[in-house]
């Protein structure tokens, strides 16, 4: 064993299947599971019992029973590195890039009054602009055609109001859009003769699509009205700014579990809080190869002007990140934060590449292909599902056609197979020593838990199973 005293995986696992209700399809008793209690967790060590299916909430990490429960989860995750935008993804992009450029929400009053200050202003230019054209009109011709027909008067200009008739007239807007349309054509074709031979590389890169990156970089590089950052915070341990920033994180995920899933507040204390989205097992570590944020568990919080809109809680592992939750303040619904923030996460993921090579997958937890509100997760491009009973990643769209027809099923179509655990092998611990399983068994000189063991083992497979230490009373 290469790893210090320090460096184990401890945890406790519960033996047992029992059903819940099912918080996708409401089914009661039908949602099944297996878990085990983290007391201690690596980063590389819940790094691989996600590529095995698991998950964690809070301290308790847990494997959906896919095979007999009512919607199957299935792992999925995004090869971050080679994502590209989609149209409804460039539109939440440009919707919020909007809203920070305004500072205005749709349907606010301050707009409204605008529009009928532009209404009006255009209403008094259209009338203004008429009186100078009509005045060219001989009076006697005026008068007689005032007689028979219906048209508004004209406004004759007064000294100090109206347009000066020294000037030449406003043109009008559609007027001026066409004219900088024509300058921007002509202009685009003195460049071209200027550039009569550009390079191959240059030609390239003038015909390739905007970048996330760079729909980001638009939202700083602008005059805004409304400021957006992005704070990252470790919150295990307890981080300085996690504890300044906790009255506002609290009260936002209040908000947003009481209006969007409608729990009582009773179920949303600052305990609730903490137990589900702050306490994590995972262990703070850095490395020299390894992003300068390090490895372990964070909120990562959307400031808008200052005021805390939404947090997305991370884990940065040793080859992703992995996406725990989103809670956000629902009076920002028109964000569409749910994918801004995913953007953002894919984004960042690519960002900590560029300083850790291996890290280079976003996670986005589970995948219900027979739940309608889960679809949009597969609408990630680069997107691969986990084979449930090989272990192996499957592009989405491969997994679509087999889906449809079953909930539950074998990805990979291989006859790839699992790997089996030798149970003597497990490693355990046992009033403070770590030993295997053999050991402990011939030590105790009973294996009435053989089966629980045996069970834990295939579930986590051989990798955790002979690295993390199994809790023994």
Known sequence: MSRTGQDFSIVEYFAGNDGSR???CGSKDTNYSRGMWAHKMMTQDYQDLIDR???????????PSMEIMCCP???????AVDFKLSKSQKKCLITVRKHLQ???KPGDSKKGDEEDAESKNESETKDETGSCTNDVSSTSDASDHSKSTHVKRTKLTRSGVGPDPNKPLRKKAKMLRMEAKRHKQTHSAESSSLESQPTKNHQKSSNEPKSLEDYLSEETMMSTALNIKIKLIRTAPPSLEYQESFKESYELFRKYQMTIHKEPASDCTAHDFKRFLCESPLVEEYRED????GYGSFHQQ?????????VG?????????????????PDYNFLNLGTYSSLREIAFTRALQKEAANLKYYYMGFYIHSCPKMKYKGQIGSSFLLCPEAYTWQPIEDCRPKLDENKYIRLDNKNTADSEVDINQILTLHKGRAMEYGFYKTMQGSHA?????????????????????LYRS
């Open 102 to 104: 305004t500072g205005i």
């Open 73 to 79: 989860a299935y792992t999925i995750r995004c090869q």
């Open 53 to 63: 299916g698991w998950r964690r909430s809070g301290k308790y990490v847990y494997k």
């Open 290 to 293: 390894g992003p300068s944020c």
């Open 313 to 329: 809680v991370l884990d940065i592992l040793p080859h992703s990140i992995s996406s725990v939750y989103l809670y956000y303040n």
């Open 22 to 24: 099912c918080g996708y």
């Open 302 to 310: 959307y400031w808008l002007g200052g005021v805390l809109i939404a």
């Open 449 to 469: 838990d053989k089966e629980e063991v045996a069970e834990y083992g295939n579930l986590v497979g051989p990798v955790c199973a002979y690295r993390m230490l």
